[in-house]
């Protein structure tokens, strides 16, 4: 008797290096396209974005917070980086989840951003 569960074709291949290096480079290039709309800096150089995780299936996890709990887009800014993620061909499925543990402060925003906003 075959054993048919030895021919899943749900088998994932794990993920290159390259290939990894390669959608995190166009993980970034999509973050920096979303705008805090009060700060005219992207959510990756404001440091908004905790933890990007991608599966072996290309599936994206995303742990992003706000500047503040109370922030005016804090309902709509999760799925503005889920589009924005969503973008990019060889990903399956994006969720973002909003966390507020370690709190932002400003010293997470890249000298970029600092500069931006003359903060140096």
Known sequence: M?????????TT??????????????????????FDPEIPVDIY???LIYKAD??????VVIDMT?????CPVAGEMPGWVED???EIPEIKSCKVELVFDPPWDPSRMSDEAKLQLNMF
């Open 45 to 47: 150089e404001l440091g």
């Open 13 to 34: 291949v794990p993920l290159s290096q390259v290939e990894l290096d390669v959608l995190t480079d166009k993980l970034i290039d999509k973050l920096k396209t979303v």
């Open 66 to 70: 706000l500047t503040a709990p109370g």
């Open 84 to 86: 924005a993620v969503r």
């Open 54 to 59: 991608v599966s072996d299936d290309k599936d």
């Open 2 to 10: 075959d054993d048919a569960s030895s021919l899943d074709p749900k």
